[in-house]
Nanobody
Framework: QVQLVESGGGLVQAGGSLRLSCAAS????????MGWYRQAPGKQRELVAT???????NYADSVKGRFTISRDNAKNTVYLQMNSLKPEDTAVYYC???????????????WGQGTQVFVSS
């Protein structure tokens, strides 16, 4: 079974930076698109950024110019560098992969457990 494991969340002051990581564990040997989503209290989960295996990126308008998504295919890991953080960035951040190839086939719509980011004003 494949899992996505996030790390790097925490408490930061407005204007600060955090770097999130998400690594695929288990028997993952190829991953297509990887993405970051977030969910604030009382709100729906929303897309933050995605990146293809060829490093084509897409960002939500609210984070453009402040967040950078990147990946290391050899390590099956995706990163989210978050700069100039604002209190409205406070949320649980989730890693997602629409599909992950394993020696036994594909696992689809894989989510991590989430990591909390809290930005104080």
């Amino acid at each position: 079974q494949v899992q996505l494991v996030e790390s790097g969340g925490g408490l930061v002051q407005a204007g600060g930076s955090l770097r999130l990581s998400c690594a695929a564990s288990g028997s993952a040997f190829r991953i297509g698109v990887m993405g970051w989503y977030r969910q604030a209290p009382g709100k729906q989960r929303e897309l933050v950024a995605t990146i293809t295996s060829g490093s084509i990126t897409n960002y939500a308008d609210s984070v453009k110019g402040r967040f950078t998504i990147s990946r290391d295919n050899a390590k099956n890991t995706v990163y989210l560098q978050m700069n100039s953080l604002k209190p409205e960035d406070t949320a649980v951040y989730y890693c997602n992969a629409p599909w992950i190839a394993t020696p036994w086939g594909r696992e689809t719509d894989v989510w991590g457990q989430g990591t909390q980011v809290f930005v104080s004003s």
